[in-house]
Nanobody, 124 residues
Framework: QVQLVESGGGLVQAGGSLRLSCAASERTFSSYAMGWFRQAPGKEREFVSGISWSGGRTVYADSVKGRFTISRDNAKNTVYLTMNSLKPEDTAVYYC?????????????????WGQGTQVTVSS
């Protein structure tokens, strides 16, 4: 079973940047599609971005397109989310997730493995 550990969250002013990391426990990570989701208080978990196992295909939610970049380093079993031009509405707990069957969906229920989340707070 893959274990995922996120890091890199924190408090940042609007307009600032953060880079989240998600480290996987297994080398089979390189064959999994990965996704980033977020959940704000009182709201449902929402898709942010996804990346195929090779990194050759990426998907973004419209709300983050042009500001966030997802990438991965399979040699380090790590996926990243670089967040620029952050807005207060980006405030949420950010989760990474893994789908062994490929980059198929933006639906959280399709992802098998989840990290514990990292808090991102953007002040205005």
């Amino acid at each position: 079973q893959v274990q995922l550990v996120e890091s890199g969250g924190g408090l940042v002013q609007a307009g600032g940047s953060l880079r989240l990391s998600c480290a996987a426990s297994e080398r089979t990570f390189s064959s999994y599609a990965m996704g980033w989701f977020r959940q704000a208080p009182g709201k449902e978990r929402e898709f942010v971005s996804g990346i195929s196992w090779s990194g050759g295909r990426t998907v973004y939610a419209d709300s983050v397109k042009g500001r966030f970049t997802i990438s991965r380093d399979n040699a380090k079993n790590t996926v990243y989310l670089t967040m620029n031009s952050l807005k207060p509405e980006d405030t949420a707990v950010y989760y990474c997730a893994a789908d062994p069957r490929g980059l198929r969906s933006i639906n959280a229920r399709e992802y098998d493995y989840w990290g514990q989340g990292t808090q991102v707070t953007v002040s205005s």
